[in-house]
């Protein structure tokens, strides 16, 4: 194994580069991840990309609502100082955490219920077309795009005590930059897919 996960985020999957060498790997205990048919299951008739795009989306909104819970957690913690400071802080910080929160639970339950649908079609037999699954990996970033930028909204008024690497929102923000990096949840404009 080289140890070569330097992310500043998620730290813990330790997704290092794993290498296999002279070892011999049966053709039925092979698959290829685009052309599956390893197990006679419809999960592996799914296709990979919209799997791929839906599991990354999933650990997004985790990630999304943890951090909204511990900023949480940081306003009740210091909303007593904060208003003898500045007592305008608490209830504009509130305001933004009621905000975020209700972007991501709208945008939860629109990709749960794209998701739930497209698997039910999947598992009715139904062939979906590059369209459909095109708009279902469109939903999955939108998604997940909803937690990177609900975060970005609050984490510049969460004062330096959250810019900290030690403590929880900050490795909470930096794991919710890091998926939200991954090429499969990044929409780029049609404009730079034709260059």
Request: aromatic share 12%; charged share 20%.
């Amino acid at each position: 194994m080289k140890e070569d996960w330097d992310a500043f985020g998620l730290r813990a999957t330790a997704s290092h580069t794993t290498t296999v060498s002279d070892a011999f790997v049966p053709e039925h205990l092979a698959f290829n991840v685009f052309h599956s048919t390893f197990h006679d299951h419809p999960i592996y008739r799914y296709p990979f990309q919209t799997f791929a795009e839906a599991s990354f989306t999933a650990v997004a909104i985790g990630i999304g609502r943890h951090f909204l819970a511990e900023t949480k957690l940081l306003i009740d913690r210091y909303k007593e100082t904060w208003d003898r400071s500045n007592p305008a802080r608490s209830p504009f910080l509130q305001a933004q955490l009621e905000e975020a929160t209700r972007r991501l639970q709208e945008q939860k339950l629109l990709f749960y219920n794209t998701i739930e649908d497209s698997w039910a079609r999947h598992l009715a037999g139904e062939k979906l077309t590059e369209e459909a699954w095109s708009d279902i990996g469109a939903q999955c970033k939108k998604a997940a795009k909803t937690a990177y930028s609900s975060a970005q909204q609050l984490f510049p008024y969460l004062g330096l005590g959250a810019t900290m690497q030690h403590t929880l929102i900050n490795q909470t923000w930096r794991d919710l930059q890091t998926v939200c990096h991954h090429s499969i949840l990044v929409d780029y404009p049609a404009v730079l897919l034709h260059e």
